[in-house]
Every structure is written in structure tokens, then in C-alpha cells.
């Protein structure tokens, strides 16, 4: 079984910034993808930024420019440095790790506010 770990979340001022942490244990495979997804009030998740093991790494449009994935796999772990954040990045953020189709898990969640 996996668990991951998330923190960081808070309430923030427009223009403000925020760095998310989330750490990953349990039986890893070496090659997998982890990332961030957040969900707002009466929308669905929605895909934030993923970074695959190898080097690959992806972002949302909305936070491309702003947003910052990185990692560190000697610890299992992920994290968003988020900048320029805005009140449309409201939401509950969560952390993923994926390593095929029965290895897919997901954190509990926290939450980034941007309000002045």
C-alpha cells in the first residue's frame, strides 16, 4: 500500500505564494509519475502539473508561468512552488503518484485560498 503526505496549503493575498509538499511511502516502483491536481467548489479535478520520473514534466495552461513542479526521488517526493497566485486557484490541491493501472493514489487533500 502507498500513502502520500501533503502540506503546505493556506490562505494567501493575490500575488502572493505557496509551496506544497507531499512525500510518498510505501512500495514505490522506481519508474512512476507524480503530480498535482486540485478541485474548486462545484468543478471537477483538474490536472495542475505531473512530472514523470524520467524527466518529463507537464502543466495545466493556467499555470504555466506561474507554477512550478519539482522532485525529489530519493525521497519520494513532489512539490509546487506556486506563484502569482490568483483567486481562480482556489481549491483543495492534491497529490498523486501513479505506477500503472492498479497503482494509482491519491492524498488527502489540502487547501490554498487566495483571498485579499
Known amino acids: 500500500q502507498v500513502q502520500l503526505v501533503e502540506s503546505g496549503g493556506g490562505l494567501v493575498q493575490p500575488g502572493g505564494s505557496l509551496r506544497l509538499s507531499c512525500t510518498a511511502s510505501?512500495?514505490?516502483?522506481?519508474?512512476?509519475?507524480m503530480g498535482w491536481y486540485r478541485q474548486a467548489p462545484g468543478k471537477q479535478r483538474e490536472l495542475v502539473a505531473t512530472s514523470i520520473s524520467g524527466g518529463s514534466i507537464d502543466y495545466a495552461d493556467s499555470v504555466k508561468g506561474r507554477f512550478t513542479i519539482s522532485r525529489d526521488n530519493a525521497k519520494n517526493a513532489v512539490y509546487l512552488q506556486m506563484n502569482s497566485l490568483k483567486p481562480e486557484d482556489t481549491a483543495v490541491y492534491y497529490c498523486?503518484?501513479?505506477?500503472?493501472?492498479?497503482?494509482?493514489?491519491w492524498g488527502q487533500g489540502t487547501q490554498v485560498t487566495v483571498s485579499s
Open positions: 498523486n503518484i501513479w505506477f500503472g493501472v492498479r497503482n494509482d493514489y
Open positions: 510505501g512500495n514505490i516502483f522506481s519508474f512512476n509519475r
